[in-house]
């Protein structure tokens, strides 16, 4: 987790950008490094950060289609906000679905921990890697894999 967090920090923030919430939150991440569960959701807070910190924000307040703030569902993979369930419900296949984990913070689990990492990879894909002409860097990757082989998903 350690090195894929520093590599997509590395490529994705500007040089000598000063950045004292990704700071904290980097600090948090290693202090709860004993618990897994703790450890995999403040990963993936710091991934979302780190869009937010370069430009690009997971909106999840309020629906892109219909403007309405309840019944969220999911995100558009285009634009990253909110779709409501009944909004999105054709294009379902399309969407990914909101994790209530991304609502509120809570231990969550190995299986859970890929589909955030499946919403945030895609979003640094999306966002900073291709613009970059970069492909996901590897570390990030090996993470992935490391966690599909060893939780039997």
Same mark, same amino acid.
């Given at each position: ?18 950045? @004292? ?10 202090? @709860? ?8 959701? =403040? ?15 997971? =909106? ?39 994790? =209530? ?25 999306? @966002?900073?890697?291709?613009?970059? @002409? ?10 992935? =894999? ?8």
């Amino acid at each position: 987790m350690l090195q894929s967090l520093f590599t997509v920090l590395t490529i994705s923030l500007p040089e000598g950008i000063e950045e @004292n919430q990704i700071y904290l939150e980097i600090e948090k991440f290693i202090k @709860n490094l004993g618990s897994l569960e703790n450890t995999m959701i =403040d990963y993936l807070n710091l991934e979302i950060t780190i869009l937010t910190q370069v430009g690009y924000q997971i =909106d999840l307040q309020t629906c892109a289609v219909t403007n309405k703030c309840e019944k969220l569902f999911y995100i558009s993979p285009k634009s990253g906000r909110a779709v409501t369930q009944e909004a999105g419900h054709k294009y379902h296949d399309q969407l990914f679905i909101i994790p =209530d984990y991304f609502y509120e913070h809570r231990p969550i689990n190995y299986q859970e921990f890929l589909d955030g990492l499946k919403i945030t990879g895609h979003f640094l894909q999306k @966002n900073i890697f291709h613009h970059k @002409n970069i492909a996901m860097p590897s570390s990030r990757v090996n993470l992935i =894999d490391y966690v599909q082989k060893h939780t039997d998903i």
